[in-house]
């Protein structure tokens, strides 16, 4: 959570802009230390296989933010509990969020979750709702079910 990230071609970047990247990107990070020496490397279950994906695509149908349209080719998964603090790579623990979505809930108050249903809803922060009621995206047309 502190310090710098490094990616091949674009420089530096802070840790808390390499963990929205590494939440859904194939990137396997090393935790270095002082001399470079690798002290951690990431697991490699979090990737989230084709037919993961499309298991993702058909639950959330686009950007699963409340008020989103994003379809889900504009779209990355976003691991509730992260991978790198222990997060199962299924159905249960990721939720299907366009890049703006996906960047607003790791910096702000607003909190994702799987319901009783199996569908996710989110939390909003305190100063927009005191309760923090939660609330759905409703905008994606449901699937037409299989006969
Ligand atoms: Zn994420
Ligand atoms: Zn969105």
Do not use: Y
């Not at 959570?1 to 990247?21: C, F, N, W």
């Amino acid at each position: 959570g502190i310090g710098k990230a490094t990616l091949g071609d674009t420089g530096t970047m802070t840790a808390a802009e390499a963990r929205v990247h590494a939440c859904d990107a194939m990137i396997i990070p090393a935790v270095l230390g002082a001399k470079s020496e690798p002290l951690n490397l990431g697991r490699l279950r979090r990737l989230i296989s084709a037919g993961l994906r499309r298991a993702l695509f058909l639950r959330d149908r686009g950007c699963a933010f409340p008020g989103c349209h994003r379809p889900p080719r504009h779209c990355q998964g976003h691991h509730i509990r992260h991978w790198a603090d222990g997060g199962p790579t299924d159905l249960t623990n990721l939720v299907l969020m366009c890049a703006h979505h996906h960047r607003l809930l790791h910096r702000s108050g607003w909190e994702v979750r799987i319901a009783a249903d199996g569908l996710p809803e989110f939390l909003p922060p305190v100063f927009i709702d005191r309760r923090r009621r939660p609330r759905r995206n409703n905008l994606h047309e449901p699937l037409p079910f299989a006969a």
